[in-house]
């Protein structure tokens, strides 16, 4: 019985660990495509956007939560004078987070098989 015990206590151990790092990857495959969105939005060449993705990717290091990712995007959009709104940023952020979940599950699975 002890042994039934133990099994599904580690078995919820890893489900939770590998909860936790899918959501740990998808944030950051999510601020990764935010930065691709805004560097296109910005006119930047190929090597602007790749250090332009890394800044953003590194800004969510800052705080838990989003709003240091929003602050350093909404910093550079008034910079670049883009016109793009805090509620468009956040909206899109949404929407990317559900791209990146995606993408990273699909990895992940093919990364077990």
């Known amino acids: 019985m002890a042994d039934t015990f133990m099994k599904r206590e580690k078995g919820e151990e890893l489900r939770f ?3 936790q790092e899918i ?6 495959r999510r601020n ?14 190929s090597d602007e956007t790749e250090a332009y993705v890394k800044e953003v990717v590194i800004s969510d290091l800052d705080e838990p ?3 240091d990712v929003v602050r350093k ?5 008034e910079n670049h004078g883009a016109g ?3 509620d468009e940023v956040r909206a899109e952020m ?14 992940f699975k093919s990364d077990t098989v």
């Open 32 to 45: 990764r495509l935010l930065g691709e969105w805004l560097a296109r939005k910005f006119g930047m060449t």
């Open 94 to 107: 949404e929407r990317l987070f559900t791209v990146a979940l995606e993408q990273v599950k699909e990895g």
């Open 65 to 67: 939560g989003i709003d």
């Open 84 to 86: 793009i709104s805090e």
């Open 73 to 77: 995007v909404m910093k550079d959009i």
């Open 17 to 19: 660990e590998i909860k």
């Open 23 to 28: 959501q740990f990857k998808a944030v950051s």
